[in-house]
Nanobody
Framework: QVQLVESGGGLVQAGGSLRLSCAAS????????MGWFRQAPGKEREFVAS????????YYADSVKGRFTISRDNAKNTVYLQMNSLKPEDTAVYYC?????????????????????WGQGTQVTVSS
């Protein structure tokens, strides 16, 4: 079983930055590729970014490419999402997710169905 706890959300002005963290309670964090998703009010959950076990492979939604950076620290069982140049349309609840994989180079895809475990989410609000 994997428990995921997100933190770091909050209120920020447009153009500002936030760093989200997701701490995983799991024996072997290195068995899991990780991803971030978000869900705005009245909208479906959408993919933001994902990262392989090794951290060497990443994948981003076009809407955040160049502004957001996903990273992980396997020694701390934590995945991060650095968000820069935030826009009001980035306002959403952000969720981290874990996908069990067999290879360190595998990066999770954009479908939520690929992921096995989810956190409770952290609210990010960007004011204009």
């Amino acid at each position: 079983q994997v428990q995921l706890v997100e933190s770091g959300g909050g209120l920020v002005q447009a153009g500002g930055s936030l760093r989200l963290s997701c701490a995983a309670s799991v024996r072997t964090f290195s068995n899991y590729a990780m991803g971030w998703f978000r869900q705005a009010p009245g909208k479906e959950r959408e993919f933001v970014a994902s990262i392989s076990v090794s951290g060497g492979n990443t994948y981003y939604a076009d809407s955040v490419k160049g502004r957001f950076t996903i990273s992980r620290d396997n020694a701390k069982n934590t995945v991060y999402l650095q968000m820069n140049s935030l826009k009001p349309e980035d306002t959403a609840v952000y969720y981290c997710a874990a996908q069990r994989v067999s290879w360190r180079s595998v990066v999770g895809g954009a479908s939520a169905r690929e992921y096995d475990y989810w956190g409770q989410g952290t609210q990010v609000t960007v004011s204009s």
